[in-house]
């Protein structure tokens, strides 16, 4: 009798939110902190991996609770680099949404390899202690 596991079981429990930043939250936060009439930064925009790494490795922490999205952004840190590129308000703001956005890509696959392995190590171990004929 084979056993199966559904990944699917373990979807109410939301436990992606362990790992990912909540984007709307960061991106509101972000958009509340721009200065009314700012002047546009002089440097271009860098390429897309430049600004992903500086804002997942500079920006990005734990905020140490470990309860559900407690990834958190240093908002203000976070706009003081963006500000420095010549882009306008709603321009900083996708870009920060999209980079956000691309992070958590990589959040959520980390995620998804968490739970199949989680998935396999239980259907492995029920398998070999009530299957097995050399279980225990």
Not at 100 to 125: F, M
């Given at each position: 009798?084979?056993?199966?596991?559904?990944?699917?079981?373990?979807?109410?429990?939301?436990?992606?939110?362990?790992?990912?930043?909540?984007?709307?939250?960061?991106?509101?936060?972000?958009?509340?902190?721009?200065?009314?009439?700012?002047?546009?930064?002089?440097?271009?925009?860098?390429?897309?991996?430049?600004?992903?790494?500086k804002v997942s490795t500079e920006f990005i922490f734990e905020d140490g609770t470990y309860g559900r999205w407690g990834n958190k952004v240093n908002v203000r840190s976070a706009l003081n680099?963006?500000?420095?590129?010549?882009?306008?308000?709603?321009?900083?703001?996708?870009?920060?949404?999209?980079?956000?956005?691309?992070?958590?890509?990589?959040?959520?696959?980390?995620?998804?390899?968490?739970?199949?392995?989680?998935?396999?190590?239980?259907?492995?171990?029920?398998?070999?202690?009530?299957?097995?004929?050399?279980?225990?």
């Amino acid at each position: 009798m084979p056993i199966t596991t559904n990944r699917a079981e373990l979807v109410h429990f939301r436990l992606w939110e362990y790992r990912v930043i909540d984007v709307e939250d960061a991106v509101t936060a972000f958009k509340q902190q721009i200065p009314r009439g700012f002047r546009n930064g002089s440097q271009q925009f860098p390429s897309i991996e430049e600004v992903d790494y500086k804002v997942s490795t500079e920006f990005i922490f734990e905020d140490g609770t470990y309860g559900r999205w407690g990834n958190k952004v240093n908002v203000r840190s976070a706009l003081n680099y963006f500000l420095q590129f010549n882009l306008s308000a709603e321009e900083l703001t996708n870009q920060f949404h999209n980079c956000l956005n691309r992070i958590n890509l990589n959040r959520y696959a980390e995620y998804d390899q968490d739970i199949q392995s989680v998935v396999n190590n239980v259907s492995n171990t029920c398998k070999y202690e009530r299957l097995d004929p050399s279980g225990p």
